[in-house]
């Protein structure tokens, strides 16, 4: 089996015959998608670890970024560097 089907298969859930029939334009466009979205996580987990070491510029900045895309169409809630150091074990200097 192609490492690609298999990270395919892995990624999204599918079953042998999905991707066995699945047409070779729709693989692609989900094996790129996939790439991409394990790259933005990768980022994510880079932007929050090396978050306490952050200056407050930079955490604000995280912290819009992550917010932004946890919000939906109808109802948008921000978390404050107040909030986040009441939440965290011994806070944020």
Partial sequence: MDLAIAR???FY????NELMTM?????????S???KITAIEMLD????????HS????????LR???SKLANANERKQM??????????GGIK
């Fill in 23 to 31: 047409p070779i334009e729709d693989f692609n466009n989900y094996l």
């Fill in 65 to 67: 970024t992550l917010n």
């Fill in 13 to 16: 859930s599918f079953g042998h």
């Fill in 33 to 35: 998608c996939m790439e």
């Fill in 55 to 62: 200056d407050k510029n930079s955490r604000n900045k995280t």
């Fill in 8 to 10: 395919v298969a892995r």
């Fill in 45 to 52: 987990g880079i932007a929050v670890t090396s978050f306490p």
């Fill in 80 to 89: 404050t560097l107040r909030q986040l150091a009441a939440r965290t074990a």
